[in-house]
């Protein structure tokens, strides 16, 4: 699918041939200009290069949109620009939208935006073992939920949400910095294949265009924008993911962070945002609760383990964390309450602290 008029497909195509340029300009240490994809064709070109380039300008009076298209196929790839129905209107708020949508997956998935909110997860790429729990636990009870999980595919928050969505059966969406051709980082290719055979990968830049240092927070404002709610799992000052909490301030968008420990520089930037008054998210049903109202649409039951010893174990593990004391709560003997928690730890329900206990685990 291909919806995308000619002028849009020029100015994105004129994005991604100046990219380069783009980059050399914004680690210049003269003044930056502001809105820089916001200009018009002239002015862009005029504020990249700088001088007169015929060459650019040849190149855009001959820009062969039917060529375009072509090879938007050969890539298959499907792209939607601005004026078409279909495009999302959340991006529209933005004062400078992408002109045009590149994406693989399923196209449907940008009906379902018209249908239902999204939720933007974001957070710093070496997360604690708290934020990485918490980040896959969000991810999955939204996409149970139904909702899109909107991130951006790096390493840490990012793929572990989209991990938790998939696994729910949820709809996951990743934007790029790069083309939607090129996964980044390179080991996430095994979860940009799930993401785009169950959700959709979006981008600005057309297939073959490798990602720029500019492109990552340029990419941010296309997550704010899509989603009803951007969250901060846990995030460093300072931060691209602050940047995605800022654009989605700037539209009006919800913002909410999860709390994190006060001694630890890797929550500071999501800490600080609480403090600034973001909504405090402990798990997906605070994130339904802004988004409908308290108790307006609760979350799917979630599943319980099987058998009525490992339910009694995992009561225990809620009350002590000591194998011995669990045992004695659970009324089993030494070798049954280390079966039974091995049991719960292989499929997820608990895992083990540092002191050599158990403990549950976010669901």
Request: hydrophobic share 40%.
């Amino acid at each position: 699918m291909i919806d995308a008029c000619d002028s849009c497909l020029r100015r994105a195509f004129l994005v991604a041939r100046l990219a380069p340029r783009i980059a050399g300009l914004l680690q210049r240490p003269r003044p930056r200009p502001q809105s820089l994809l916001a200009l018009s064709e002239e002015q862009l070109i005029a504020a990249v290069v700088g001088v007169p380039d015929p060459g650019i300008q040849d190149w855009l009076e001959s820009f062969d949109a039917e060529g375009a298209r072509a090879r938007l196929r050969a890539a298959e790839s499907w792209a939607i620009c601005a004026h078409a129905s279909r495009y999302p209107a959340g991006l529209s708020q933005l004062t400078d939208p992408p002109a045009v949508l590149f994406g693989k997956g399923r196209f449907e998935c940008l009906e379902q935006l018209g249908r239902e909110p999204a939720v933007t997860l974001v957070g710093t790429r070496r997360p604690s073992a708290y934020g990485s729990e918490v980040a896959y636990a969000l991810g999955r009870g939204l996409g149970a939920a139904g909702l899109m999980v909107v991130s951006g595919l790096a390493l840490g928050i990012d793929g572990l949400t989209h991990q938790g969505c998939v696994e729910a059966g949820g709809t996951p969406v990743a934007v790029l910095a790069g083309g939607p051709d090129r996964p980044y980082p390179h080991r996430h290719r095994w979860l940009y294949e799930l993401v785009r055979s169950r959700g959709a990968i979006l981008s600005e830049l057309p297939p073959g265009r490798r990602a720029f240092r500019w492109s990552f927070p340029a990419r941010n404002r296309i997550m704010a924008g899509l989603a009803e709610m951007t969250i901060v799992v846990e995030a460093a000052e300072p931060s691209g993911s602050l940047i995605t909490a800022e654009f989605a301030r700037d539209l009006g968008r919800i913002v909410g962070a999860v709390p994190g420990r006060v001694t630890t520089r890797v929550a500071a930037g999501s800490n600080r945002l609480l403090q600034d008054g973001a909504a405090v998210v402990t798990g997906a049903e605070d994130v339904l609760d802004q988004l409908y109202g308290v108790g307006c649409r609760p979350l799917p039951s979630p599943d319980e383990p099987q058998g009525d010893r490992l339910r009694t174990v995992l009561m225990a593990v809620e009350e002590c964390s000591d194998p011995a004391q669990i045992a004695g709560r659970a009324g089993l003997d030494a070798a049954e309450a280390r079966a039974a928690l091995g049991r719960l730890e292989s499929e997820g329900w608990i895992a083990r602290d540092s002191l050599g206990g158990y403990e549950r685990r976010a669901r």
